[in-house]
């Protein structure tokens, strides 16, 4: 049987009188397996925060409750208080004492040697050993939020909620962190909850990503699961920085500027509207009195990413390397034969073909 850690059952939530606001969290429903690393991804002011405050207990439901260890910690009737639910925090502000040292910061509140022991244990673990008799202005941001995640695990904590802890330091640290962190959860046999809206930190190191927008759960998945079947087309676009294209059907037959859509029109529950596909869907052939113009390139390890825009869309279509473009140059696009693409509503799976 899977050993459900914490449970969300139809959970929703409002800031104020609910008659006069609309909800921050809509009916979300979500489990987590022991030991699983689950993020929370999705944009600025989606819930995220309030989700996560909802399971530490410092908000209360307006409708559905929260099972920890098969009980019931939250509901609109009752809230356990936080310190009684066995959870740890880390903020992105790391929320040390200042005026305690890393051994103290770390064995604050522990009062057995088997604690201590364990305190030890995990400085060991974060790297901070050498620096225990350092305080908090001494470290550096990484080692602050290690501290910081050592003491939220030193009292034997076994679920843990992260909330944005890397979002401050700079690219090379956060790597390193995020790496420290699913090896300290390993060794600690621990639950966590990592709040992000970075989709790269959320499907490099998480067991399953949950999406939200305004409060709604789009999806909850691995991330090759996510990948390869996103449910929603904003599942696509936020997470994986798809390209939307708005489509009109002509009986059972789709066609866009860059060809057309070959797809079971037995899976659809209602008419597609939208077709999503990836960077790599579109081909690109420079012509200077072609319909799309080129507005930007980046450069990545193995190829440009250029947007491209025409009258209706700005699309996001990578290039070789040795490609001779330039921003401002004009071009025509047209699909690549074969590639797969979806079709939502029902993020049904079909073939790229292009015009001849
Ligand atoms: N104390 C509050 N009172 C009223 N509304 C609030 C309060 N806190 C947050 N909100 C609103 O609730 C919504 C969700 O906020 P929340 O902080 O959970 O989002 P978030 O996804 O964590 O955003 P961010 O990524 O910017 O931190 C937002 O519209 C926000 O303005």
Redesign the pocket.
């Known amino acids: 049987m899977t050993d459900i850690h914490l449970h969300i059952n139809n959970l929703s939530h409002y800031?104020?009188s609910s008659s006069q606001?609309i909800p921050?969290l809509r009916s979300i429903n979500l489990s987590l397996i022991r030991g699983e690393l689950l993020g929370i991804l999705?944009?600025?002011?989606?819930?995220?925060?309030?989700?996560?405050?909802l399971i530490a207990g410092l908000e209360s439901p307006s409708q559905g409750n929260i099972c920890i260890e098969n009980r019931i910690v939250s509901s609109p009737e009752h809230v356990l208080p936080t310190e009684r639910r066995g959870i740890g925090m880390v903020f992105q502000d790391y929320a040390l004492f200042p005026h305690l040292n890393v051994w103290r910061n770390v064995c604050f509140g522990l009062s057995t040697n088997s604690d201590k022991a364990k305190a030890n244990w995990l400085l060991e673990l974060v790297g901070l050993i050498d620096l225990r008799d350092s305080y908090p202005h001494q470290l550096s941001g990484g080692q602050k939020q290690r501290l910081a995640l050592a003491r939220a695990l030193a009292p034997g904590t076994s679920l843990l909620l992260l909330?944005?802890p890397f979002c401050s330091l700079d690219v090379e640290v956060r790597h390193n962190l995020r790496n420290v962190l699913t090896s300290v959860l390993r060794s600690c046999s621990a639950t966590a909850i990592l709040?992000t809206?970075d989709p790269h930190e959320a499907l490099g190191i998480c067991d399953r990503v949950a999406v939200?927008k305004d409060?709604s759960l789009h999806q909850c998945s691995s991330p090759v699961d996510m990948l390869q079947k996103p449910l929603t087309s904003f599942v696509g676009k936020f997470v994986f920085q798809n390209n939307i294209v708005n489509i009109h059907s002509n009986g059972n037959s789709f066609n866009t500027p860059y060809g057309s859509i070959i797809a079971q029109s037995h899976l659809f529950k209602s008419q597609p509207n939208v077709l999503m596909f990836d960077e790599n869907s579109l081909s690109i052939s420079l012509n200077p009195c072609g319909k799309c113009t080129i507005i930007s390139k980046e450069f990545r390890a193995s190829q440009w990413i250029c947007r491209i825009q025409d009258s209706q869309n700005i699309l996001r279509v990578s290039v070789t390397l040795d490609a001779n473009i330039k921003i401002g140059d004009k071009c025509d696009l047209k699909f690549i034969n074969g590639k797969y693409a979806f079709l939502y509503p029902g993020c049904v799976s079909c073939i790229l073909k292009a015009n001849n």
Do not use: A, F, I, M
């Open positions: 800031y104020g606001t921050t999705g944009p600025s002011g989606c819930g995220k925060t309030t989700l996560l405050r909330d944005e709040v809206h939200l409060g």
